[in-house]
């Protein structure tokens, strides 16, 4: 099937903005995800953007979706060493299970 | 507390054993599903249940098997067909037709190690 494309890497210094896109495959998906994973654990849902809208905020989070070049990006204001994680991007296609990316390492420089 | 609970969390396997590794979740979902993580791979499906006594194949099914007897649980077995079982195995779930689409919550995970 068609991926949903992540790059692989990202490192940013403490107290900068994070910005992680994405480029999804179904222009018609409804939803659109970001997961947050630390080391050995599971995957934490960071928030979700409905398709008919450009733009989520919430508090330090801030999720662009285009929908005409199935971009989606999430930036994180004011970046903590605390935010070190992978992200992963995920759309829904109807019913079925969510398509994942390979996920973004976020590394941040103190 | 109300989540999704996966054990073992740490599970050691010889060459050649089946071993099963057990997800439970009271969050009334009626959706559960299983996924493994390598490194630099992403997650890819192994298996989803949308409801009790009904399971589907997803991307890489083979050498695993799964049971949905009971809403709330989703065990999954590595059989010793599954050439490469090392790796990091994640339960999820979630609930159909929800406001926020399809959006699926995990548990912690299960680390399957082959000696």
């Known amino acids: 099937g068609e991926d949903v494309e992540q790059s692989l890497f990202l490192s940013v210094r403490e107290g900068d903005s994070s910005v992680i896109n994405c480029t999804y495959t179904d222009s018609s998906s409804t939803y659109l995800y970001w997961y947050k994973q630390e080391p050995g654990a599971g995957l934490q849902l960071l928030t979700y953007i409905f398709s008919n809208m450009d733009m989520k905020q919430d508090q330090r989070l801030t999720v662009l979706l285009n929908k005409k070049d199935k971009h989606l990006s999430l930036r994180i204001a004011d970046t903590q060493t605390g935010d070190s994680a992978i992200y992963f991007c995920a759309e829904s296609r109807g019913n079925t299970p969510l398509v994942f990316g390979k996920g973004t390492r976020l590394s941040v420089i103190a | 507390d109300g989540g999704i609970t996966q054990s073992p969390k740490y599970l050691f396997r010889k060459e050649g054993q089946n071993v099963t590794l057990s997800c439970e979740q009271n969050l009334n979902h009626d959706a559960m599903y299983w996924y493994r993580q390598d490194p630099g791979q992403g997650l890819r499906l192994i298996y989803y249940?949308?409801?009790?006594?009904?399971?589907q194949k997803g991307d890489i099914a083979e050498g695993y098997s799964v049971s949905r007897e009971k809403k709330e649980s989703f065990p999954l077995t590595v059989t010793s067909a599954q050439k490469n079982p090392t790796a990091f195995y994640l339960c999820?779930?979630?609930?159909?037709?929800?406001?926020?689409?399809?959006?699926?919550?995990f548990g912690e995970g299960s680390w399957l190690t082959v000696v």
């Open positions: 999820a779930s979630s609930i159909r037709g929800s406001v926020g689409g399809n959006t699926i919550y």
């Open positions: 249940s949308q409801i009790v006594n009904d399971f």
